[in-house]
């Protein structure tokens, strides 16, 4: 299996969380790739780079986005079809992203928020999460999520064992 991050707006490939989790994803033997999207602050731009960059995935894909990247990988992933979406702080419902709506079309789907969010308001992964019936994970944090790391790790452990064994 490859899990796949796209990293925030303002962050890059190799962020505090995204190597954070990495190190989770290839301890449990997954392959792991992190796309440079620093190149455009245009979310559909980054979107189609990811769809590039994966191309037709070889192996069971599981897609990992945080803020911005959050929306890069959900819209793709009515294309992808990938065993699990994890979403931290996702960009949704925000001026300026074309998709005011995206589908998530994976095996599983989690969203991990912070309550302290001043970037993303916690009542849009909440609205997200009602609608597409996604498990949610509502953390004392801001956007980083940073202050909760472990958290967020032993939250991402937990995905990864869920959708290895396919418990949905």
């Known amino acids: 299996m490859i899990v ?16 954070a989790l990495a190190r989770i994803a290839e301890s ?8 440079d999207f ?5 979310p559909d731009i980054r979107v189609q780079k990811l769809l590039k960059t994966i191309g037709t995935p070889s192996r069971p894909l ?3 986005g945080s803020s911005m990247g959050g ?4 819209v793709p992933s009515e294309i992808l079809r990938p065993a ?4 931290m702080a996702p960009a949704f419902y925000l001026p300026g ?12 789907t989690a969203i991990v928020h912070g309550w302290q969010d001043e970037v993303v308001p916690p009542d849009n ?14 953390l004392d944090a801001g956007h980083t999520l940073n202050e909760e790391l472990d958290t967020v790790e032993r939250i991402f452990e937990g995905f990864l064992r869920d959708v290895l064994t396919g418990a949905h």
């Open 4 to 19: 796949c991050f796209a990293h925030g707006k303002e962050s890059g490939p190799c962020g505090t969380k995204i190597t």
């Open 28 to 35: 449990l033997g997954f392959a792991v790739i992190s796309p």
């Open 38 to 42: 620093t190149d455009s602050m245009n």
């Open 62 to 64: 599981v897609l990992v």
């Open 71 to 74: 929306y890069v990988v959900t």
């Open 84 to 87: 699990g979406l994890f979403l």
């Open 97 to 108: 992203y074309v998709n005011q709506d995206p589908t998530p079309c994976a095996g599983k």
């Open 125 to 138: 992964a909440i609205r997200f999460a009602r609608q597409h019936r996604a498990e949610l994970h509502l």
